[in-house]
């Protein structure tokens, strides 16, 4: 009885030419390098803040004394300055992004979905700086003679209305945040969206659904998921800001109630005074602030692939 | 509710309206000749020009473009060809999660690499930050564009002998080539805005650039240090920095777009 010799079909069998050994060494390598920034990254920022760890330990977390000159450094009032200013912009960015994605993905006439998702790519396009040269010159004017007096009249007996109307603040960071992050939450909610089964729209119309009954039942709830991670990656793109917040929000390290008054934010501190950073606890005190504000976008950002993943699969990911 | 869904849409995209109108009211007034040959005049002086600074935008994108498109294109490669088991996963994740760093952070790691050591900002590296922040745009294109290769060209190529490295590097990174080069000009036209990793190294420059070991000015870092100044003239000219910035972005955003649908009409 003659043996056949059954070939052996093994996908991880090693390259016979030199030549693929070599791509696929210079390919791998080129992967590996991602990986070792991400780690340098971790590393020389650790190194380098350590002079202020070392110093002040939990208290930087805990203090909300700022003082350069008394070398007394806390991050409460950055803390306090990123996490309202970025809420306010969630606030203000997650009903339009998601409204703007449930109409480009389920209820625009085909014809009209493509140039408004171009439009909304190139909002997204803009340069940080220039929306904050925007909302130097046009926003923060509009707020100080229009919006906030009204607000102020209107709704003064709330905390976050009080105060004399300066145009830059919390308020305007919060409004020029939004403008900025609504449309990653509009991409990404739009893919999210679009990697729904087309069979769970099928089956909320066959059961008699109207078309938004559709949306919301089948569409909404199936990619929810996806939809919060949408959101939380608007929301790692709104803590890390800087150049727009830093040019509208007021820079001044105290706790506000008020959305009128002016705040700071832990990238607009690095941004104002990094380069000014007369001695060496300073400057690591600084880079303390950027490394809490690393450690915070990478979880957050880490969170939300994750969950958007978890609709669309991590190939068809999105593009931003 | 359509229409509330449609509204939402529509106030998306009004603040594009509403910024590109201001650049343009603002901003067309002071773009003239000597704003794009001339340097800074002295503070209290009227007039001069952002020359240096679009130049230094220039060899700072070039000098960002060389540090990080050969990696990025490659990591690319290998995402979308490799059959390894982990080390995709992993690189796919920390590309994304490297892509929502804040550009701050990005300079701050730059300072820490590559300002300490030289003890002065340079153009080197405000390059290497821009090529930081590029690496992970450039790796997901380029990924998303050789997957769509069709697999019959490499089965082709395989099939007449050709090696594996030979297929890969000729027949499919050719083939996906117009493509790459539309996601490297989004990368570019990304970084060319970027403002906060320059801060504090390339830090910018009122002269001509002097090397790359240099500070060097960016249009960027300009037309911060403009807008933020008191001075009515310098508003002026930080609105036609904007102006000409914005029309870079546009142009390789809306040229990258055009080439895209030519070809890949299913990419998005």
Redesign the interface.
Same mark, same amino acid.
């Given at each position: 009885m003659a043996v056949v010799a059954v070939p052996r079909v093994d996908?991880?069998a090693a390259?016979r030419?030199v030549?693929?050994q !070599?791509?696929?060494l =210079? +390919?791998?390598a080129? &992967?590996?390098?991602?990986?070792l920034?991400?780690l #340098?990254?971790v590393v020389?920022?650790l190194? &380098?803040a350590w002079p202020a760890m070392r110093a002040f330990g939990w208290r930087f977390l805990a203090s909300s004394t700022w003082d350069p000159v008394a070398e007394q450094f806390g991050a409460i009032p950055f803390v306090y300055g990123t996490l309202v200013s970025s809420l306010l912009a969630l606030l203000i960015a997650v009903? +339009? %992004?998601?409204? #703007?994605a !449930?109409? /480009?993905a389920? +209820? &625009?006439p085909a014809w009209i979905r493509p140039p408004? #998702?171009? /439009? =909304?790519?190139? =909002?997204a396009? @803009?340069?940080?700086? !220039?929306? %904050?040269?925007?909302g130097?010159?046009?926003l923060a004017p509009l707020l100080r003679v229009w919006v906030q007096p009204v607000l102020g009249t209107t709704l003064g007996f709330l905390p976050l209305f009080q105060g004399p109307p300066y145009g830059v603040g919390m308020l305007a960071a919060g409004i020029i945040l939004a403008?900025m992050i @609504?449309?990653y939450i509009?991409a990404v909610s739009r893919e999210v969206l679009l990697a729904v089964p087309t069979s769970q729209r099928e089956a909320a119309l066959a059961l008699g659904a109207t *078309?938004?009954e559709t949306?919301r039942i089948a569409v909404l709830r199936y990619g929810r998921s996806g939809l919060v991670g949408a959101i939380l /990656?608007g929301l %790692?793109?709104a /803590?890390?800001?800087?150049?727009a917040v830093t040019?509208v929000i007021g820079n001044r390290p105290e706790v506000a109630l008020s959305l009128f008054a002016p705040g700071y934010t832990m &990238?607009s501190v690095? #941004?104002n005074e990094?380069?000014e950073a007369t001695s060496d606890l300073y400057l690591a005190a +600084? !880079?303390e602030i %950027?490394l809490l504000?690393?450690v915070v976008?990478?979880v957050?950002?880490?969170v939300? *692939?994750l969950l958007v993943w978890s609709v669309g699969g991590?190939?068809?990911?999105v593009?931003? | 509710m359509s229409w509330l869904a449609a509204t939402a849409a529509g106030l998306v995209v009004l603040p594009l309206l509403l910024i590109f109108a201001f650049l343009l009211w603002q901003g067309a007034s002071a773009v003239n000749v000597d704003f794009f040959t001339h340097l800074p005049k002295p503070v209290g002086e009227v007039g001069g020009g952002m020359a240096n600074a679009i130049v230094g935008t220039l060899i700072l994108l070039i000098l960002a473009a060389i540090l990080g498109l050969p990696i990025g294109i490659l990591g690319g490669l290998y995402l979308a060809e490799s059959r390894d088991r982990r080390l995709p996963w992993v690189a796919r994740f920390l590309a994304d999660v490297l892509n929502g760093v804040p550009s701050i952070v990005v300079g701050i790691f730059a300072y820490t690499v590559i300002v300490l050591p030289m003890r002065r900002f340079s153009a080197l590296a405000g390059g290497f930050a821009l090529a930081v922040i590029m690496l992970p745009i450039v790796v997901r294109t380029s990924e998303e564009l050789v997957r769509l290769v069709p697999a019959s060209l490499r089965e082709a190529g395989l099939a007449l002998g050709i090696p594996e490295w030979k297929v890969l590097l000729r027949v499919v990174l050719a083939t996906a080539r117009a493509g790459i080069i539309t996601g490297v000009m989004v990368a570019i036209a990304r970084v060319a805005g970027e403002t906060a990793p320059l801060l504090f190294t390339a830090f910018g420059n009122r002269f001509w650039h002097q090397g790359l070991d240099q500070p060097i000015a960016a249009l960027p870092l300009q037309i911060f240090a403009y807008a933020i100044a008191p001075y009515d003239d310098w508003h002026r000219q930080a609105w036609a920095g904007a102006l000409v910035l914005i029309g870079l972005v546009f142009v390789v955003s809306f040229a990258a777009r055009v080439v895209t649908s030519g070809r890949f009409t299913g990419v998005r």
């Amino acid at each position: 009885m003659a043996v056949v010799a059954v070939p052996r079909v093994d996908t991880q069998a090693a390259p016979r030419n030199v030549g693929d050994q !070599i791509l696929r060494l =210079v +390919l791998r390598a080129a &992967a590996m390098s991602l990986v070792l920034l991400v780690l #340098a990254m971790v590393v020389a920022m650790l190194h &380098a803040a350590w002079p202020a760890m070392r110093a002040f330990g939990w208290r930087f977390l805990a203090s909300s004394t700022w003082d350069p000159v008394a070398e007394q450094f806390g991050a409460i009032p950055f803390v306090y300055g990123t996490l309202v200013s970025s809420l306010l912009a969630l606030l203000i960015a997650v009903p +339009l %992004g998601i409204g #703007a994605a !449930i109409y /480009l993905a389920e +209820l &625009a006439p085909a014809w009209i979905r493509p140039p408004i #998702a171009f /439009l =909304v790519e190139l =909002v997204a396009a @803009v340069p940080s700086v !220039i929306y %904050g040269l925007w909302g130097i010159f046009v926003l923060a004017p509009l707020l100080r003679v229009w919006v906030q007096p009204v607000l102020g009249t209107t709704l003064g007996f709330l905390p976050l209305f009080q105060g004399p109307p300066y145009g830059v603040g919390m308020l305007a960071a919060g409004i020029i945040l939004a403008i900025m992050i @609504v449309p990653y939450i509009t991409a990404v909610s739009r893919e999210v969206l679009l990697a729904v089964p087309t069979s769970q729209r099928e089956a909320a119309l066959a059961l008699g659904a109207t *078309r938004w009954e559709t949306t919301r039942i089948a569409v909404l709830r199936y990619g929810r998921s996806g939809l919060v991670g949408a959101i939380l /990656l608007g929301l %790692g793109r709104a /803590l890390g800001e800087t150049m727009a917040v830093t040019m509208v929000i007021g820079n001044r390290p105290e706790v506000a109630l008020s959305l009128f008054a002016p705040g700071y934010t832990m &990238a607009s501190v690095i #941004a104002n005074e990094f380069a000014e950073a007369t001695s060496d606890l300073y400057l690591a005190a +600084l !880079i303390e602030i %950027g490394l809490l504000l690393f450690v915070v976008t990478v979880v957050v950002n880490a969170v939300a *692939r994750l969950l958007v993943w978890s609709v669309g699969g991590p190939v068809k990911a999105v593009r931003e | 509710m359509s229409w509330l869904a449609a509204t939402a849409a529509g106030l998306v995209v009004l603040p594009l309206l509403l910024i590109f109108a201001f650049l343009l009211w603002q901003g067309a007034s002071a773009v003239n000749v000597d704003f794009f040959t001339h340097l800074p005049k002295p503070v209290g002086e009227v007039g001069g020009g952002m020359a240096n600074a679009i130049v230094g935008t220039l060899i700072l994108l070039i000098l960002a473009a060389i540090l990080g498109l050969p990696i990025g294109i490659l990591g690319g490669l290998y995402l979308a060809e490799s059959r390894d088991r982990r080390l995709p996963w992993v690189a796919r994740f920390l590309a994304d999660v490297l892509n929502g760093v804040p550009s701050i952070v990005v300079g701050i790691f730059a300072y820490t690499v590559i300002v300490l050591p030289m003890r002065r900002f340079s153009a080197l590296a405000g390059g290497f930050a821009l090529a930081v922040i590029m690496l992970p745009i450039v790796v997901r294109t380029s990924e998303e564009l050789v997957r769509l290769v069709p697999a019959s060209l490499r089965e082709a190529g395989l099939a007449l002998g050709i090696p594996e490295w030979k297929v890969l590097l000729r027949v499919v990174l050719a083939t996906a080539r117009a493509g790459i080069i539309t996601g490297v000009m989004v990368a570019i036209a990304r970084v060319a805005g970027e403002t906060a990793p320059l801060l504090f190294t390339a830090f910018g420059n009122r002269f001509w650039h002097q090397g790359l070991d240099q500070p060097i000015a960016a249009l960027p870092l300009q037309i911060f240090a403009y807008a933020i100044a008191p001075y009515d003239d310098w508003h002026r000219q930080a609105w036609a920095g904007a102006l000409v910035l914005i029309g870079l972005v546009f142009v390789v955003s809306f040229a990258a777009r055009v080439v895209t649908s030519g070809r890949f009409t299913g990419v998005r």
